[in-house]
């Protein structure tokens, strides 16, 4: 499962394909609703098989959680000043994990760092995502008093006050907390500096991107948080990111190749373009399961449309909202139903959609406080559970998003 930013939205204007996913059960018509105590979400992940979820707060500054369904929040972090060769960390530092209650544990922010991202879970609780760490230093910026340039061109980093002397190089590494209580930092590829992790399978496969001199690879790591598999690109290209990975090992993403960027399949040690809809240019896969059906996004002259991709019946397009022109799948369960968000009348909303292919808005499906949004669903389990990032519009100004909060739909509701 795998953590998504904020969507921007796009216009495509097409008439509604008929798509073929698994029959599942839709009796259940609505749902009881949880705040899971986040008020300044970035990205959720999740929910796993017990309704935990994974949740990051904060753009520059960011920290993670994972909260239990009673919940308790545990804090993600990483208390160390570095790393040795295999990952593991020397020292030791904080930030969060959530279970469906609201239960958080801390696992620490470095402590010269102050980034911890998480983006995936699994069933078993472990949570992958990216942090900062240290190497090495060089002479601070003269000419720009406060500022040091990172290890990425044209990066800078701001300091509270002109720093004197030599200022510290951070870099962006995939981690690994583990869900009793354990911390690492993944492996890059050889002669890279940074990478990250946004999916883990109940195998305990990794996936994500290391990247350096040579452009930005997809990888996967074995449960053992040993060495980088590079995935590989499509012929012709240097990038690509792998986003997803069911429990039967298929792996999901983008590769940029000759003719632009593509959603791809990596099966079998190949890597298999699973193309565009229909005069799109772009495309990008964000989930599997174990099936092989996948979700994502096409791009081109239209704008943003959601598709859904199987092997028998090739790339699908996901209706949006009535009076929408826009959509975005994000995650698809074990039975096929699929969780995104969808432009309708009353702008973007959280959707779902169900072997019926119409996509259902979930806001009309719970109890929401007055004022409050359901802008994307997330997340989907087999129970079929959603994590949907919600918004107050009375808090939402001209110029700027209000903040997103985390919520947790369970089927069945009065």
């Given amino acids: 499962m795998r953590i998504l930013p904020c969507l921007s939205v796009f216009i495509f204007g097409m008439s509604v394909l008929q798509i073929l996913i698994p029959q599942v059960p839709w009796a259940a018509q609505s ?11 970035i990205r959720a992940a999740g929910p796993n098989g017990s309704g935990t979820v994974a949740v990051r707060s904060g753009f520059v500054a960011a920290t993670s959680s994972r909260i239990s369904p009673g919940g308790r929040a545990d804090k993600l972090g990483i208390l160390a000043n570095g790393l040795n060769d295999l990952g593991d960390v020397v020292d030791s530092a904080t930030s969060s994990r959530m279970a469906p209650g609201g239960a958080a544990d ?5 402590a010269s760092g102050d980034y911890a991202s998480a983006n995936g879970i699994n069933d078993a609780g472990d949570v992958v995502g990216s942090a900062n760490t240290m190497f090495g230093s060089r002479p601070c ?11 990425l061109p044209g990066i800078e980093k701001p300091f509270r006050a002109p720093p004197p002397g030599n200022c510290p190089i951070s870099t962006v590494r995939a981690v690994l907390w583990k869900s009793n209580g354990g911390f690492k930092y993944l492996r890059t590829l050889p002669g890279d500096s940074a990478s990250e992790a946004f999916a883990i399978n109940n195998q305990g496969t990794v ?15 074995a449960p053992d948080g040993g060495k980088a598999d590079n995935l590989g690109t499509l012929p012709g290209g240097n990038t690509s990111k ?4 069911s429990d039967t090992g298929l792996i999901v993403g983008s590769s940029r190749g000759p003719v632009g960027t593509r959603a791809v399949l990596w099966k079998g040690n190949r890597i298999h373009d699973i193309g565009t809809l229909p005069g799109d240019m772009a495309s990008e896969a964000h989930g599997v399961n174990s099936n092989g059906s996948i979700v994502g996004d096409s791009h081109g002259p239209n704008g943003m449309r959601a598709f859904v991709w199987t092997s028998g019946n090739g790339m699908k397009a996901l209706p949006a909202l009535p009076g929408g022109t826009s959509a975005s799948a994000l995650a698809i369960s074990e039975l096929g139903e699929i969780a995104g968000s969808a432009e309708g009348i009353s702008g973007l909303r959280a959707v779902l959609w169900s072997n019926t292919h119409e996509p259902q808005d979930l806001n009309t499906l719970v109890s929401l406080p007055p004022g409050m949004v359901l802008m994307q669903a997330v997340g989907i389990n087999t129970l079929g559970q959603i994590v949907a990032l919600g918004r107050d519009q009375k ?8 903040p997103s909060r985390v919520f947790l739909l369970t089927r069945g509701g009065p």
């Fill in 207 to 221: 996936v994500g991107y290391s990247s350096g001199p040579k452009g930005v690879h997809a990888v996967a790591w």
């Fill in 141 to 151: 910026r003269e000419d720009i008093p406060g500022l040091v340039v990172d290890d």
């Fill in 31 to 41: 749902y009881t609703i949880q705040e899971l105590g986040v008020v300044d979400a």
């Fill in 395 to 402: 808090n939402i100004h001209a110029n700027h998003e209000g």
């Fill in 242 to 245: 792998a986003f997803g990975i």
């Fill in 106 to 110: 801390n696992r620490g922010i470095l």
